[in-house]
């Protein structure tokens, strides 16, 4: 009966990659806590994992509404940003202001809105222990020798391939590619996807992928991505709709 710890459960299961058993128990918290600010923002997030971006959207808002000041409600940024909404991604970050977590999103919006200047200067402002990708990124936009971004690169992969967030990996594995370790970053693409996190519709448009979208791997693990949804996404979904029409 506890909707915060319940809903820490929920986002501890989805990082682990039990995507549909992290979908069920969000659906059956929000069910029982309708009123619940973090039953909706834990819905949303696991929605995010599965690609169903304008849902997660959607519960951002209501939890947002519910509870303005909730600084959890940050990660919602990142839904925003996936769906290239950037002024509402900030909006959101913004709850933090100030924090490293803030600073995290606001280079991830300028180095995707294609400001390289301005992300290079806000770069200088992180702590590279908590923005890890940083340092290859920095290196690029330096235009420092090939076999240092190569070098660095290879840190980048090795840090986030053993975590247990597949969102994290999604996330180093855009950067990379925007720094053109092409073979780095669909590992960590790929091991994202298997990790179930289902990013399809924003793995086309995402434009930190346009250097590896050509590639025939990209084209499987966007292969993946879809199967997974269907395979675990899509009757979770229909589950849900008939609850819904049958009123319970």
Same mark, same amino acid.
């Given at each position: ?38 039953a ?7 929605? $995010?994992?599965?690609g ?12 947002r509404?519910?509870? $303005? ?6 990660s ?10 950037y002024?509402?991604a ?14 995290f ?29 940083? $340092? ?8 420092? =020798? ?10 980048v ?23 053109g ?10 091991r ?10 924003t793995?086309?448009r ?9 590639? =025939?791997?990209?084209? $499987? ?13 899509? =009757?979770?979904?229909a ?5 819904t029409?049958?009123?319970?």
């Amino acid at each position: 009966g506890l909707s915060d710890a319940a809903a820490n459960l929920v986002v501890f299961q989805v990082e682990g990659g039990d995507l549909g058993g992290a979908l069920e128990k969000a659906s059956d918290l929000l069910a029982r806590q309708p009123g619940s600010a973090r039953a909706h923002f834990s819905m949303g997030y696991v929605e $995010r994992y599965a690609g169903l971006l304008e849902d997660s959207a959607r519960e951002c808002e209501t939890a947002r509404t519910l509870d $303005r000041r909730n600084v959890v409600f940050r990660s919602c940024a990142y839904t925003f940003i996936l769906l290239g909404q950037y002024d509402r991604a900030i909006e959101y970050a913004s709850v933090d202001a100030g924090s490293q977590y803030f600073l995290f999103w606001k280079i991830d919006v300028l180095l995707r809105q294609g400001k390289r200047d301005e992300t290079l200067q806000e770069i200088q402002k992180s702590d590279r222990r908590f923005f890890y990708s940083s $340092r290859v990124l920095e290196a690029f936009l330096r235009h420092q =020798p090939e076999g240092e971004i190569e070098a660095l690169s290879r840190d980048v992969e090795a840090f986030f391939l053993p975590l247990r967030d597949s969102e994290r990996k999604y996330a180093a594995a855009a950067t990379l590619a925007f720094c053109g370790r092409r073979e780095a970053a669909l590992r960590l693409l790929r091991r994202s996807v298997e990790e179930n996190y289902l990013a399809c519709a924003t793995m086309d448009r995402d434009p930190l992928f346009a250097g590896i979208r050509d590639t =025939p791997e990209f084209g $499987r693990i966007r292969a993946l991505a879809l199967a997974r949804q269907k395979q675990i996404v899509a =009757p979770w979904k229909a589950k849900r709709l008939l609850s819904t029409r049958s009123g319970r």
